[in-house]
């Protein structure tokens, strides 16, 4: 009787870890208030903000935007401003599980407009799947709205009229 009852115990401990990992698994996505995400045309990266993932971010984000690097002129102009976002992404390792985020903000306002969330991983281990995750969780969110425009996808002309 006693094997009996611990091999339940053990059955129902297993199961419930597995549907915690299952769920824990997932992106966790929030929308905000404000402009839809599938509204921004242009995503406006930098180092400083994409620690470690930014050429990740860049070629995933890629699919999605017209990726800008921070400092590009073209970010400037007001037909790209109006329709850019900003991405930061960070991360965090704890003992029993590990949390990635990207953020998306408004170019001009600051405003947060979206964000993904991962968290799990175990023992310091899962964090860069995290973020790969997190950023794979914005683009699909932007590539759900409306396609991009023809025009936003060929080179916009720099403030100084050069191509």
Request: net charge neutral; glycine share 8%; proline share 9%.
């Amino acid at each position: 009787m006693h094997s009996r009852t611990s091999s339940r115990l053990w059955l129902l401990l297993l199961t419930l870890a597995g549907v915690t990992a299952l769920t824990a698994c997932s992106p966790s996505r929030r929308m905000y208030p404000g402009r839809p995400l599938g509204s921004y045309d242009y995503c406006v990266l930098g180092p400083s903000a994409t620690p470690k993932y930014f050429n990740t971010a860049a070629t995933t984000l890629a699919h999605s935007f017209v990726v800008l690097r921070e400092g590009d002129p073209r970010a400037e102009l007001p037909e790209v401003r109006q329709k850019a976002c900003t991405v930061s992404i960070d991360w965090t390792r704890g003992f029993w599980s590990s949390s990635a985020w990207v953020d998306v903000n408004d170019y001009e306002n600051g405003k947060l407009v979206l964000r993904s969330h991962v968290r799990r991983g175990m023992l310091w281990m899962g964090v860069h799947g995290d973020v790969e995750d997190a950023i794979r969780d914005v683009a699909a969110a932007r590539a759900e709205g409306p396609p991009l425009p023809p025009d936003v996808q060929d080179p916009v002309p720099t403030p100084d009229g050069a191509r």
